[in-house]
């Protein structure tokens, strides 16, 4: 699956690369939206999740890009590549362990109520990505498809805990969180597509690597679903 995907793209990218250089002179004249910000408000999951872990329906993360045209500026179909920050969060009902070197999950004990629990990762990407643009119409929107790739490399994560202490077996009220826990892959890349029309976009994140290094720890993979929202 992951040799299939990389081939569509690099596939779509040498299609690109010779599609702008066969332009002609009336195609230039034509005015397309630079979409140099780039906004997600997602909901994050992960494959493959271990069955110790529930993960919650909805848990909400962002990324924020800034982009510019490499190549396609006037084109209907143009290359673009940016730099940003992504924060993936998941709420769930378990906790990372470790034993012998390995990370595993165990349940929160019954019994107990919380608020909040979950992971949260941050990391800084550069995203590249190939843009297909319709001709802007008199309110300069237009429909676009975007199909991209990007490479992250983590600078933070954490657990966050709110709730009832259950390490201390008591119901007191805590909050807690729990920098840099163990065997988490400090990159991460993936794929990407968005589609829409004007400035607002549907768009899903596919992240090719695993969240924990290989035999470290369960092999999830990040996945996200949103909104991408484009200005400037």
């Known amino acids: 699956m992951k040799k299939v995907i990389f081939a569509l793209i690099s596939f779509l990218f040498s299609t690109t690369i010779v599609s702008v250089a066969q332009e002609e002179a009336p195609q230039d004249s034509v005015k397309m939206p630079n979409d140099q910000i780039v906004i997600n408000i997602l909901s994050n999951t992960w494959l493959n999740a271990p069955s110790e872990i529930t993960l919650m329906p909805v848990s909400i993360g962002a990324e924020v890009y800034a982009m510019t045209l490499l190549i396609g500026k006037n084109s ?17 009902n378990a906790l990372p362990y470790d034993s012998i070197g390995i990370t595993y999950f165990k349940q929160i ?21 190939i843009r297909f643009r319709t001709k802007p119409n008199i309110k300069k929107r237009n429909f676009k498809v ?87």
């Open 146 to 232: 975007s199909l991209g790739g990007k490479f992250g490399y983590m600078i933070t994560n954490y657990i966050k805990y709110s709730g009832d202490d259950f390490r201390t077996l008591t119901k007191k009220n805590v909050k807690f969180k729990e920098y840099n826990f163990s065997n988490v892959l400090p990159y991460r890349y993936g794929v990407f597509l968005r589609v829409g029309y004007g400035k607002v976009n549907g768009i899903i994140n596919y992240t090719l690597s695993s969240f924990f290094e290989k035999n470290k720890g369960p092999d999830v993979i990040p996945v996200s679903v949103g909104l991408s929202f484009t200005i400037l």
């Open 109 to 129: 004990a019954g019994g107990y109520e919380y608020i909040k629990n979950k992971f949260s990762s941050t990391y800084v990407d550069i995203p590249i990505e």
């Open 76 to 92: 209907s179909l143009s290359l673009a590549i940016g730099f940003g920050v992504g924060v993936n969060n998941v709420h769930n």
